[in-house]
């Protein structure tokens, strides 16, 4: 009878890691992301526009950033992810020395040397979700990293790692320039994101695997 609870509790305990999840950031709901991508898709366009500041390639709604959209600054800073009325409100930005996911004020930032978490900034203020997941003496190589993988196919994937699988917010890019950006699971894409090609196209929806289901 102990072998039989202690099997089951074993059990239960490997199913809660696996759906273990950790709000460093918020994100939208399933809905509030459907009716994101159908209202980007039916109402805008996508456009590549370069100007002073960098060039952006996404979608436009009534001539405003809108959508699905990644901009490449003039000092090589790269923010990809969902855009509303002319400004990035979630999503990956990746500068010289760290890459900031979620939205503007509620973000995880990691060290791109390290792969480490520096911070986790709430609309409070409060870093109190940092502290078990940072690199300490005790723990010099926490769960949560951002990478950056390059693959033997020449593909590369730069962003959020649990246990060294992909598992978060990331970006794929393949060896022939497009790239893929979304959320992911446990080694796979699960949720929503945008697929963007070299020709300016961009198609976003719910993703499983490497499929777009939406």
């Not at 099997?7 to 994101?36: C, G, H, K, R």
């Amino acid at each position: 009878m102990k072998k039989i609870f202690f099997a089951i509790f074993v059990s239960f305990s490997s199913l809660l890691a696996a759906q273990e999840t950790i709000e460093f950031y918020p994100e939208m709901s399933d809905p509030l992301q459907a009716v994101f991508c159908d209202y980007a898709t039916a109402e805008g366009e996508v456009k590549y526009i370069s100007s002073r500041d960098g060039q952006y390639v996404g979608n436009l709604i009534d001539n405003k950033i809108y959508g699905w959209g990644y901009f490449l600054s003039n000092s090589g800073a790269q923010t990809v992810g969902q855009y509303r009325n002319g400004r990035h409100f979630f999503g990956i930005t990746i500068t010289g020395e760290t890459a900031r996911v979620g939205s503007e004020k509620h973000f995880v930032e990691y060290d791109l040397a390290t792969g480490h978490i520096l911070r986790v900034c709430t609309p409070e203020g409060n870093p109190r979700l940092a502290a078990p997941y940072v690199s300490t003496p005790e723990n010099p190589t926490p769960r949560y990293t951002f990478k950056k993988i390059v693959y033997e196919n020449g593909d590369t994937y730069y962003g959020e790692m649990r246990d060294d699988r992909r598992h978060g917010y990331g970006i794929y890019y393949w060896a022939n320039g497009d790239f893929w950006y979304g959320r992911y699971v446990g080694g796979y894409r699960q949720g929503y994101g945008a697929l963007y090609k070299t020709d300016h196209q961009v198609f976003s929806g719910r993703w499983i695997g490497d499929s777009k289901v939406e």
